[in-house]
């Protein structure tokens, strides 16, 4: 196995220890969030998918605003509670125009780099980027657009060969159902 492949293997384990912490809404997810983004960069820089690895850089940082958000949020809602927000629709509207232009902007960018996936990668990484800042505001409705773009991922990652990371958003994408319903059930609504 070449040393691609064991960044990979170790991003799909550390990739399922987060969603499992994200279900359960537990605030290591953030730093094994870092350790992911990091180690999937590499993985997605070598297959010249550029919106991937740029995605996973803001994975990284955006995992420390994520940790401090939930440890305040966490505080306010009770320990052990998943805590939630309401979406606003300014909010919902804004990630949608961020979404459609995003992705238009990016796709062209992407072609100047010559990116192997153009729109699949744009779409990945755009929907995923809206996703996560949804996360970190603790709207259960992230998990709707992960399963989403985790299921594009896994086609983009088997049209380029990236089997261990195709299999590990398939993963994703069943634990993303699960922690909808999950979250539906056991959250509970906190001030904005």
Known sequence: MNWIGAIEIFAMVT???????????????????????????????????WASMGLNIYYVVVSVIGLVRWKR???????GVIHLRKPSA?????????????????????????????????????????????????WKEQWLVWIAADLVSVVLCVKVGMYWMGAMYLVYAGSAVY??????????????
Do not use: P
């Not at 499992?20 to 820089?45: R, Y």
């Not at 949020?73 to 320990?79: H, I, K, L, R, S």
């Not at 990016?106 to 809206?130: G, N």
């Open 15 to 49: 990739g399922v220890a987060y969603v499992v912490l994200e279900i359960f809404q537990k605030n290591a997810m953030w730093v094994i969030g870092i350790l992911t983004g990091i180690a999937c960069a590499f993985s997605f820089a070598h297959q010249q998918l």
């Open 73 to 79: 949020d966490g505080a306010e809602a009770g320990a």
């Open 179 to 192: 922690g909808y319903f999950h979250w539906k059930r056991f959250g509970r609504e906190i001030s904005v």
């Open 90 to 138: 300014k909010g919902l509207w804004t990630s949608l125009a961020v979404f459609v232009l995003g992705s238009a902007v990016l796709v062209f960018v992407l072609q100047l780099l010559h990116d192997q996936e153009t729109a699949l990668d744009a779409i990945v990484a755009v929907a995923s980027a809206v996703a996560t800042w949804w996360l970190t505001l603790s």
